[in-house]
Every structure is written in C-alpha cells, then in structure tokens.
DNA sequence: CAGTGGTCTAGACCACGGT
DNA sequence: CCGTGGTCTAGACCACTGA
C-alpha cells in the first residue's frame, strides 16, 4: 500500500480482525495516534473515517473511538467480492464448473442492462459453483467485449477479476446490486442441486469501471437455504 | 442543517435528484467549486467524497467528477430506512396493523441476539405491513427498555424511528443487516397474505445508537415476490 | 504543458463528555 | 476545566489526463 492513512487503515483494522484490540475498547485519541505515527492529524482522521466506514470503530464526539462488535466473519458479501476471494476467505471447499464460455450478440435485455447497441460484441460465461459438492450457484455473466477483449477457459475457472484488475489493468470501482427470490427456471433444475426448492434466489449486478463505465452485468442464482446476504449499512444523512 | 459540507453536498445531490445536472456531465472543478461556494478545498472535497460515496458521482484522477447514471429511484431499501420513510417516498398504499405490543422477558435467543440478561425488559413489537391491501411484511422488534422506557399503540402505528429519534433524542447510527430465505412458519401463513408460497425472505437486522450500544433487533419477513433489496457498493480496500 | 483530483501538513476554533 | 472528536482554512507537493 502506498498512502499513510490506507497503512495506518490497514493496521488497525487487521488488530482488530486477528483480535490484538478487543471490542468495546477505545482506540488511542487522535493526537495519540498522531504522535505514535509521526503523522498529521488528518491523516489519521482519514484512516479512521475509514474504519468508521467499514463498521471497524465507532467515533464518539468528546469520548473517543471505539471498537464495534460486530462479527465480520460471518459472510462479507457486501461489498464487491469475487467467489473466488470469498470462498477463499471463508476456507470452504468450493469448484468451478465452465459451463459456458461464448461470444454472442446482445437480446433486448441485455442490450438494456448492458446499456450497448445491438451489434455490439458480448462474452457470455456461465459458471456452476460447487460448495462441499453440491451445485448451489449458477452465474452468468456478461462482458462488454470493448472492454474485455479475449477470455479463455483457464481465466474463467480461476478468477475473471483477478485477470480484469491485474492483467487489463482496469480498476473495477463500484456497483449495484439487486436482490430478489423467483421461481427456478427450467435453467435452474438443469444445473443446481434444488432439492426440492421451487424457488431460487437472484442476485443482479451492474460493475462499473473506475471511469464509470458499465462494463459488466451479472446474474447470480443461488439455492435459497445457502444463501446468506449481510450488510453494515450507516444511517443515511437526510435531505432537506 | 449545520456544516458548510453538509450544505454544499445536499444541494448538489438535490440537484443531481431534480435532474437539473444531467447524469454523465461533469461537475465543476474542485478550485471552480472553491470560489463558488467561497470556502476552502478541503470543504469542497468532504461534500464530493459524500456524494461519490452514495453513489452521485465518480471522482476520476485527472479529468474531473461525473454524475453517475443509476436510477436511484429504483428501491432504496439500502441504507437504513424506515418502513415510513420508505413507503412515503415510494408512494405506495401503505397500511400498519399492530398485532402485538408488550413487555416481555427474553428468551436465550433474544438475550443473544439483544447482548443483555434474563431480567432486562423487552419491549416486543409485533406488526403487518399491508401494501395496497395485501398483508406483505411481518415485522418483529425487540427493544430494549432501558433505552425506550415507554411505547404506546399510537406510536408503533406511526413511525418507532420518528418517536426514538425526535421525542427520546436518541441518535441511531449504524445496523447491521442480514437477508436469509426461510421455509414459513405457521406464524407467517397465518399473518400473511402468502398467495401459496411456502418461503419468506427473512431480514434480520441489529440497530445500533451513535454511541455503539446495541438497541433494538428486529425481524422482518416478506412475502419473496414482492421483496427486492437494492445496494450500492464500491469494491473495498484490500488488507495486507 | 496546464488542469485535474489525491495526499499531507499545521494550525485554528467549535461542540461535546466527563471531572 | 481539559480532552475528545468535528469543522474549516491555506498552502504544499504529487500523479494523472489531455491537448
């Protein structure tokens, strides 16, 4: 890491996670913090903005910081993270099966999710992800192939955004993510392990690229037992 | 409100909401902003990292801030929004009908789930949310009498949140969410308008106050067809 | 090259909590 | 009262973009 206040971020933050500060403790007060690092006072402002963010500490006007518990290894979906990171994270057993791997020419949806024209270029990746054994995810995904030029088979079973961020070079910044529950489709009791669910749960995400361009669309369609979303959400500031 | 940032933030974002600054435009320059609003960068910056934090805009090195084209009037249920707030900005038909409103005991499960011990009151709130008639969301919550002395039927038919945050002056802060997909119960089939489906999307949420104690938990279950959560995510920053 | 946003500093004053 | 975090300022240097 480059910056001061994203090293000192990373610091605390990883006390906090491997437990060398306890929750419900207060953190050093700023100007402590400021002479144990050398470092300007909004410098350290900025790391601690940043684990207010993350849901590390709470700041508290005229007492201090303090560490929240909150129990972060639950199931970070929140955010934007890849299978692959995840089940790494979480240390489970977890495969890839390639179902699917094509350029195609986009349907009315897809040309309105993806915000292309109609001759545009599109990778189309289908993907079945196997937990302990059993098919639990389907994911489909679809690439803008402007942005994504050439993708091969050994790129999609390992992780396509480690290929994106370190070998494109593009810097994914931010999406939305949609959550709903459907009726399995026929598609659905082709590929998964339903046992018996008639339902499944839908993930829709759009990813933009640091430029702000829409790059990706993804549909991601889960058993309903397996699937856990969390979130650590901050009261909004009002308007008006 | 109070703060210059908070100030320059709301009146962009209310303009980027009234469509007057057009989604892919570009915002003025942070130094053309300076002289704008006659305050300093670093006041312009906090109110541009606000907005690119909820999703107005993209910041991007060297050419400027766009405003970001996400329909934000989809269903903003990110966040911490009450379900007042909610159906007033979405201007639904909106109804609330209390089942159940007294103090009780904890059981292990809310003594774990409210952090407190068996003796601690609880104030156990139980509600339907009808939408254009149809009973939708069963709404379970738990507080803890220690921070809300005394509910009546007429608050828990208006809004909990109003009455918390304007007559207690109690300041909620962060929560912590958690969205499942259950079988229903027998409770859930006979409070709701299920229309044969056999699951509910359960969300499970801890509320926190601004100064990290743990308040109130709350349990709300939805009919899947008519449930959809919506978010915002910007990819993390990486640890180590 | 000039203009942009990103980081960092040093100092000031304020609002709040606890003593 | 002092120590805390919150806001605001003025100025510096850097990295990146685009002409």
């Known amino acids: 890491m480059n910056t001061k206040y994203l090293n000192i971020y990373n610091e605390i933050a990883g006390n906090i996670e491997k437990g060398e500060i306890k929750p419900n ?7 402590e913090l400021v002479k144990k690092y050398s470092v300007s006072r909004d410098t350290i402002r900025k790391a601690l903005n940043l684990l207010e963010q993350y849901g590390y500490i709470q700041k508290i006007r005229g007492k201090g910081s303090y560490v929240i518990d909150i129990n972060r290894f639950d199931f970070p979906v929140s955010g934007l993270v890849s299978f692959k990171e995840l089940s790494e994270k979480m240390g489970m057993k977890a495969n890839t099966i390639l179902e699917e791997l094509q350029i195609i020419k986009p349907d009315k949806y897809l040309m309105n999710q993806l ?3 109609e001759n ?10 196997e937990i302990d054994g059993k098919k639990i995810i389907l994911d489909k995904d679809f690439f803008n ?9 050994d790129i999609c ?11 494109l070079g593009l810097c994914i910044s931010f999406s939305k993510k949609e959550i709903t529950v459907e009726n399995a489709t026929k598609e659905d009791k082709k ?4 046992q018996g669910y008639n339902m499944v749960v839908v993930v829709k995400s759009h990813i933009y690229l640091d430029d702000a361009n829409l790059f990706q669309y993804n549909e991601s369609r889960h058993r309903p037992d397996k699937f856990k979303f ?4 901050r009261r909004k500031k009002l308007m008006e």
Do not use: G, H, M, Q
């Open 115 to 117: 915000k292309i024209k």
């Open 25 to 31: 403790t207060k953190l050093p007060s700023e100007n």
């Open 191 to 194: 590929y998964l392990d339903l």
């Open 230 to 233: 969390v979130d650590f959400a």
């Open 120 to 129: 545009d270029d599109i990778w189309k990746v289908v993907r079945i992800r």
């Open 145 to 153: 192939k402007s942005f994504v030029p050439s993708l091969t088979e």
């Open 157 to 167: 079973k390992d992780s396509i955004y480690e290929y994106i961020e370190n070998k």
